[in-house]
């Protein structure tokens, strides 16, 4: 099997695992427990908080645990309406994940304003229309960079057409990958999870920046500083720390081999495929993935590419695991304007530093031969 769907999960890195595993047999002591196993344990976790926080300039306290990127977002938007009021509004991307789109409706429903920010033809958002919502009552919401298409937004300039707004950024798809530097990019709010750099599932955090008055969305036995409640999951925040650690450390040689194999898939899939648009710019996008479509998609079926990929061995998907297996067009596709059908038949190629130019080649000649006999064209 190819495994070219590293933006929906990685492989845990046996390094990774290898450090975990102390806290998961022996090591079992509730880290919030007095004696001392628990405060062994308790030192793992704020080693790890540490550790995770230096990664991306921040300071320990502004580190709170969570179940991953859904619950992040989920707790970040919904605390800052309701359990902290710090706001009245809530913006989103038109592009963001169904995580961030989600609580923003429900909070629509639950009488809070609701504004969604569109992108351009290349999927960024810009901002002077991010300037239209700059007030201190309301929470913009813009990723870091998309899961579907890679492509990077210019959070720094978005903040600074928008200062007095409150900031939250999605870095889920950047954390280990880019930089991610809580300063300099001038957020309140960010979410990061540790499944996407070869880290458990079940583990992020959120970024929330000193002196914002916090209440807790999740609550019970006051963990995490009263700001998410749970016995806290020692082995997978040591996990977590680990995978972050390994992924900021070699972040440059992993990206440059990464581009490496993105461009080489770009330029053979456009010597190789016609009819193909490539829905990942080179400028702004991240290393790791690149994302095409084929604008004769009416008469193909995208769901029929995926899984005749599938069964040739090589796993793709069309970029958000939450609608695979359904027929929906992809909302970030769309956004940029592309067809219903178009937003369907998108196929999503995502790699990872352990991936072969091998693996590339033989998914590049897979795609093109399932479009030419689904084509039926010589
Ligand atoms: C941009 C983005 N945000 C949030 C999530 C959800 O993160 P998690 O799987 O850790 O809940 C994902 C993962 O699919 C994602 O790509």
């Avoid at 009552?137 to 960079?145: E, F, G, K, N």
């Avoid at 991240?286 to 040739?312: C, H, K, T, W, Y």
Wanted: overall charge negative; some cysteine.
């Amino acid at each position: 099997m190819i495994y070219l769907d590293n933006s929906a999960t990685t492989a845990l890195d046996d390094a990774v695992l290898d450090e975990m595993l102390p806290w998961l047999r022996s090591e079992y002591g509730n880290a919030s427990s007095i004696y001392a196993m628990g405060r062994k344990a308790r030192v793992a976790v704020e080693r790890a908080r540490s550790e995770i926080a230096a990664l991306m300039n921040a300071h320990p306290a502004e580190i709170t645990f969570t179940s991953g990127g859904t619950e992040s977002n989920n707790s970040i938007l919904t605390s800052a309406c309701r359990e902290s009021g710090l706001v009245d509004r809530v913006v989103v991307g038109s592009i963001e994940h169904h995580a961030v789109l989600a609580p923003a409706e429900e909070l629509a429903r639950q009488g809070f304003g609701h504004a969604v920010l569109p992108v351009d033809a290349q999927g960024r958002y810009r901002p002077d229309q991010a300037g239209q919502y700059d007030d201190p009552r309301t929470l913009i919401s813009v990723m870091h960079a998309n899961n579907e298409t890679g492509v990077i937004q210019a959070i720094e300039q978005l903040r600074a057409a928008a200062p007095s707004a409150v900031l939250h950024t999605d870095a889920v798809q950047t954390f280990g990958k880019i930089p991610v530097d809580a300063q300099q990019l001038g957020i309140d709010f960010a979410t990061i999870s540790a499944h996407k750099i070869h880290g458990p599932k079940g583990i992020g955090a959120m970024f929330i920046r000193k002196g914002i008055d916090y209440k807790a969305h999740q609550v019970g036995g006051g963990q995490e500083r009263n700001r998410r409640a749970g016995t806290e999951p020692v082995a997978l925040i040591v996990g977590f720390a680990a995978a972050a650690r390994r992924s900021v450390d070699r972040m440059e040689q992993r990206a440059a081999h990464m581009r490496e194999l993105i461009d080489h898939a770009r330029h053979s899939i456009a010597a190789t495929i016609a009819n193909v648009r490539v829905n990942t710019p080179e400028q702004f996008s991240l290393p790791n993935i690149l994302n095409v479509s084929f604008p004769d998609a009416a008469q193909l079926d995208g769901e029929s590419i995926l899984q005749l990929m599938d069964i040739r061995g090589v796993a793709v998907s069309n970029g958000s695991a939450c609608v695979s297996g359904s027929l929906q067009p992809s909302h970030v596709l769309s956004a940029m304007g592309l067809s219903a059908a178009e937003s369907r038949a998108a196929v999503r190629l995502s790699v990872s530093h352990a991936t072969t130019r091998a693996e590339i080649e033989t998914a590049v000649e897979t795609l093109a031969t399932i479009l030419h006999d689904l084509r039926g064209t010589v």
